[in-house]
């Protein structure tokens, strides 16, 4: 990565376009927060994580005790670390907690068996995955909204779109450990030669290209979620 961006200090390679980072200066966004410890020496090592799901049981040392049975060679106290931080600094998680009492207990299992193809279906389209990747399934070409539905407190349901400002936080605790707003349609753009707001939104597709460049001087932590990061970036 030879070029530097004049105007957000984005690294790029020869020949790549000179608004593919921050649309030459328009987009501004602050940055992530760094994660603390213990999350910051996580990402850095050699663990994995992705444990959304585990945020509806009901209290932690269930939580800690599913966390583990899930990835039997975790080790307790890392996970432990990483559940205590959650719960401490993200509002969203304890927001979470709250629909346990409303959702039945969940014993299903999804199995694929490749031997299990039905009758006069071609054989390939029922195998079972032969290596760890992140993919996504698109069902004919309109696009529907997702159905994202967030139990309150007082019992009630509150369906959100996929652009709420908080749907990265949600899906996405470890990248966003401190509950920060994620894209939204009220981001502006910003004029590079006055750096006020300009009366244009910025687009998902350029508050995402700004969020996953590498920055001179600047730790990207995004990128060192690996599996987690493959799924961001799908999603």
Known sequence: MSEICPYCTALKF?????GMCCASGKVKLPLLAAPPDPLKTFLTGNYNHKFLQLYFISDRNSELNARCEISPNVE????SQLQHLFHENINLVRLFKTAIDLMPTDTHKIIISADKTPPGQHVRRYNAPTIDEVAIVMVGDQFLPRGIILHKRNAQLLRIAETHRCYDA??????FWDGADGYHFNIKL???????EMNKKCSAMHYYSYRLMIRQDEENYILKCRELFHQFVVD
Not at 76 to 79: K, L
Not at 190 to 196: D, S
């Open 14 to 18: 020869n020949g790549e376009t000179m």
């Open 76 to 79: 307790r106290t890392i996970v």
């Open 170 to 175: 949600l899906q996405y605790p470890i990248i």
């Open 190 to 196: 910003m004029n590079p030669a006055t750096n006020k």
